[in-house]
């Protein structure tokens, strides 16, 4: 029988993350990959409108307000939207990859609560690959980017072909995002390298 590991310390082999070349500079705004995203989405009415940005290397950073749409106990942010706002961030390090990559196992500890009107700052980076397995961690403070952190997480993201989107998605949805004009929406949508 195959037993699948649920580590996310990446194994031996596993070796350095590399930067694409084509990889937006440190400090550019990599905005929505796709509109209708709950993490990033400008046109997405509930969603969390996460603004990312580049970092060096393989990492990211992102600000998430938490809203009043956002909590679980009254006051404080629900725990896994939290978690989606962490999952969110270290999606985004697909695009300094050029890989297109999903969420596969996602581990969150949450270290404080976090009130509505929090301004949560998140960073990320890929920790390294091994074949399709891409090993991320990511971080969010509350207060500042240095401040207190409340929330982490590591990952393991797992590298698909658009095919995955394209036989998975509901059609509609597919699509109406193949169809866009804009072939470089067209492209991030699935993060594919345009
Ligand atoms: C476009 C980007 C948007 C970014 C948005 C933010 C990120 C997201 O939220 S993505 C959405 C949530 N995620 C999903 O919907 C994924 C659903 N799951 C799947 O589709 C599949 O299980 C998938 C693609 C992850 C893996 O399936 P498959 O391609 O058949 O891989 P498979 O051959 O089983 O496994 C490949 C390797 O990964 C490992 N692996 C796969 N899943 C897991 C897991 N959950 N935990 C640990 N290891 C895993 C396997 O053990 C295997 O390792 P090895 O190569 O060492 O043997």
Redesign the pocket.
């Known amino acids: 029988m195959?037993v699948?590991?649920?580590?996310?310390t990446p194994?031996a082999g596993a070796i350095a993350p590399v930067r694409h070349p084509d990889a937006p500079a440190p400090g550019e705004l990599l905005g929505a990959?796709?509109d209708q995203?709950f993490?990033?989405g400008e046109a997405q009415p509930h969603g969390l409108h996460l603004a990312t940005r580049a970092g060096e290397g393989v990492s990211v950073t992102a600000r998430f307000t938490v809203k009043a749409a956002h909590q679980g106990a009254p006051g404080l942010a629900h725990g896994g939207v939290l978690a989606?706002a962490l999952?969110?961030t270290?999606?985004?390090l697909?695009w300094l990859l050029r890989v297109?990559?999903?969420?596969?196992?996602?581990e969150t500890d949450f270290v404080r609560p976090v009130p509505v009107d929090t301004d949560l700052y998140l960073d990320a980076h890929v920790v390294a690959v091994?074949?399709?397995?891409i090993y991320s961690t990511a971080t969010g403070r509350i207060g500042g980017p240095d401040g207190p952190v409340a929330v982490r997480a590591d990952a393991?993201?797992?590298?698909?072909k658009v095919d995955?989107?394209i036989a998975?998605g509901r059609p509609e949805e597919i699509n109406a995002a193949l169809s866009d004009p804009d072939q470089v929406k067209v492209a991030r949508?699935?993060?594919v390298n345009p």
């Not at 297109?100 to 996602?106: D, E, H, Q």
């Not at 393991?156 to 698909?160: D, G, M, R, S």
Request: aromatic share 10%.
């Open positions: 195959n699948r590991t649920t580590s996310l194994p990959h796709y995203c993490g990033c989606a999952d969110e270290m999606g985004a697909g297109i990559a999903v969420t596969g196992r996602l091994r074949g399709r397995k393991l993201f797992i590298e698909v995955h989107f998975n949508a699935f993060e």
